[in-house]
């Protein structure tokens, strides 16, 4: 059974960088599968943040793309998001969660659809 | 895509029927997700492709719908079922989601 794991610095000042990670266990990241991070301000609603498919190819958010870094580590099975010049607006449960294939017209390609299982999220303050 | 949830909160008997609404700014065929989340966890997947459940969902979670209007309905409710439900659509890239239903207990 899949089982993702999300931890980094619960606190980061505002304008460094957040720098994320992911434990994977149960199946390997390399085998297949898409692999994202997923957001939840508080009181609000989900925001897809990017992800990548197991082949490296990288999946990002138009509205976060030019501060949004995400990178995979198969040796240990873990993959990381850094998000930078962060905000009190990026304060947030971060999640990583496995996505499940879907062909996207608009993009021509197959990128994450939805999304499942996700792993138990972390909370990021953005604060000075 | 815009995904807009109904009610905000929705207060409802244990036992009795729950409708939840979904409503997407354009058409995303049937490509729409729902999610259970309950506090302090993550969500889970309850229903994909508007109507599909996912593994170990309960058959009282029925999705329908598709284009723009979709509906999560759990036929008698449970006290494991109170929680936020969210809509997601991955029609159009990027996916986004709703802001989700609070089912509370009446």
């Known amino acids: 059974q899949v089982q993702l794991q999300a931890s980094g610095p619960g606190l980061v000042k505002p304008s460094e960088t957040l720098s994320l990670t992911c434990a994977v266990s149960?199946?390997?990241?390399?085998?297949?599968?898409?692999w994202g991070w997923i957001r939840q301000p508080p009181g609000k609603g989900l925001e897809y943040i990017g992800g990548?498919?197991?082949?490296?190819?990288?999946y990002y958010n138009p509205s976060l793309k030019s501060r949004v870094t995400v990178s995979v580590d198969t040796s240990k099975n873990q993959f990381s998001l850094k998000l930078n010049s962060v905000t009190a607006a990026d304060t947030a449960v971060y999640y990583c969660?496995?996505?499940?294939?879907?062909?996207?017209?608009?993009?021509?390609?197959?990128?994450?659809?939805?999304?499942?299982?996700w792993g138990q999220g972390t909370r990021v303050t953005v604060s000075s | 895509i815009v995904t807009t949830q109904s009610p905000a909160t929705l207060s409802v008997s244990p036992g009795e029927r729950a409708t939840l609404s979904c409503r997407a700014s354009?058409?995303?065929?049937?490509?729409l997700a729902w999610y259970q989340q309950k506090p302090g966890q993550a969500p889970r997947l309850v229903i994909f492709?508007?109507?599909t459940r996912a593994t170990g969902i309960p058959a009282r979670f029925s999705g329908s719908g598709s284009g723009t209007e979709f509906t999560l309905t759990i036929s008698s409710l449970q006290s494991e079922d109170f929680a936020v439900y969210f809509c997601?659509?991955?029609?159009?890239?990027?996916?986004?989601f709703g802001q989700g239903t609070k089912l509370e207990i009446k």
């Open positions: 969660a496995r996505g499940l294939g879907h062909y996207y017209y608009d993009t021509s390609d197959y990128r994450m659809g939805y999304f499942d299982p």
């Open positions: 990548f498919y197991h082949t490296g190819i990288t």
């Open positions: 997601q659509q991955y029609n159009n890239w990027p996916p986004t």
């Open positions: 492709g508007a109507s």
């Open positions: 354009q058409s995303v065929s049937s490509n």
């Open positions: 149960g199946y390997s990241i390399s085998n297949g599968y898409y």
